[in-house]
């Protein structure tokens, strides 16, 4: 089954009641049983529920595993990920990395005796230089959030398996539609949901996918004993949002490839992130591992400092500034002050996270109204 189908298709059969179409939205807390501990496979809707069944079906179908799990964030699902792990245990991460990711492994879960290391993976290689008897897992984004660095997947995927590490992906930006990291010999992927997957920006959920039967069982026990697990009705609304993704992502890639063109060529930009050009680090490997570039790109002017880069950000009138991103609507942020204010900027700095940098979430409106309000934009600043 095609990609399309399987969105349109995948862990959805017509209501064996009414013949409905659609999923329903199961609303309940708990079902009947016909004698204790008997059953027909849900017990109470924190563990399982059929509308959230269908989209971890659905969503498992297009990152071809055989397992999947829907949390209420993805801080969520990211969260129940690390809680495999052991005091003592040892993290190898990025550098450049969600801030909300950061803030959970260093204030959180740091003061529980797991260690991460922050590494630079332009060079999958470095994570040598970081692995001991301790490190249990690899945690990596790729393309990266801000700086869309691209991490080599395979060659994470050869390192961890080598050293009996679970290896993570955070698809995130990519999505299913662009590159299935359990392909590449990922252990697990882990998405927010409330990005493309959702796609309309009236969701927030998280997801994680394996193919790996241990990994799994102990996901699942977390997923139902900690309970962060997301309502029928959101599931719906994410059920009904994939069934386009196909749709939107080439209308992102085709947006995003035009946009990135438009500022490459902007006297004012001065340095340009958008894995699409062939001058960007591991490009080769992007074009080996993406099936297209994605609509996710930042940028910073010549010479702007803080308050002029926020006046830029507020010159905008397609473009909303706005946390998120993967909504059909365009969104640009201020990572340094918005969705990265967490890490420190001595460290921010360091993976090329500056206060002058933004980000564009580049959505599907008419392409001709994006690059006049990106040129207005700019001529005011």
Sequence with gaps: MKFGTKAIHAGQEPDPTTGAIMTPIFQTSTYVQSSPGKHKGYAYARGKNPTRTALEDCIAALENAKHGLCFSSGMGATDAVIKMLRPGDEV???????????RMFTKVFANYGIKFHFIDLNDANNIKNYINENTKLLWVETPTNPTMQIVDIVACATIAKAN???FAVDNTFASP????????GADIVMHSVTKYLGGHSDVVMGALLTSDEKIYEQLAFIHNSCGATPGPMDSFLVLRGIKTLHLRMKAHCENGRAIAHFLKAHPKVDKLYWPGFESHPNHEIAKKQ???????????????DLEKTFKLASSFKVFSLAE???GVESLINHPATMT????????REKAGVTDGLLRLSVGVEDIEDLLADIEQALDAN
């Design 92 to 102: 190898i991460t990025g550098n450049d990395l969600y801030g909300g990711s950061y």
């Design 164 to 166: 009996k590490i679970i």
């Design 177 to 184: 539609y662009l590159q299935n990291p359990l392909d590449l």
């Design 290 to 304: 993406m099936r297209d570039f994605g609509g996710m790109i930042s940028f910073s002017l010549k010479g702007a």
């Design 324 to 326: 998120s991103l993967g």
């Design 340 to 347: 990265h204010a967490s890490i420190p900027k001595e460290e």
